[in-house]
């Protein structure tokens, strides 16, 4: 079971960056994947999920409106395209997987509730 997350760089503020994570070693159809980052000296924080088996779950609220998390069943692979970066949002991004249904509410937004993470990838935002 591995998840690889790409699409990291530096970046100026204002500008897009995509991340991926390629998924694979099991099905995740019944699973939530989802995007968290961590600043230096910050614990790590949910940023946005999705269903693997299709409809957004829900996004941060410092990044409404900028991120768009999005997958692709055939690639096995989920993206956060991130646009209007900021440099607050420097951080490094993991995906993650966990199982989880539209009866654990708002439980996608807990860190303790994934249990297969990918490695992150740094973003780094400039003024």
């Known amino acids: 079971v591995q998840l690889q997350a790409s699409g990291g760089g530096l970046v100026q503020a204002g500008g897009s960056l995509r991340l991926s994570c390629v998924a694979s070693g099991r099905t995740f159809i019944n699973y939530a994947m989802g995007w968290f980052r961590q600043a230096p000296g910050k614990e790590r924080e949910f940023v946005a999920a999705i269903r693997w088996s299709g409809g957004i779950i829900g996004y941060a609220d410092s990044v409404k409106g900028r991120f768009t998390i999005s997958r692709d069943s055939a690639k096995n692979t989920v993206y956060l395209q991130m646009n209007s970066l900021k440099t607050e949002d420097t951080a490094v991004y993991y995906c993650?997987?966990?199982?989880?249904?539209?009866?654990?509410?708002?439980?996608?937004?807990?860190?303790?509730?994934?249990?297969?993470w990918g490695q992150g990838t740094q973003v780094t935002v400039s003024s």
């Open positions: 993650a997987a966990a199982l989880l249904s539209s009866k654990d509410g708002l439980a996608y937004r807990e860190v303790r509730k994934y249990d297969v």
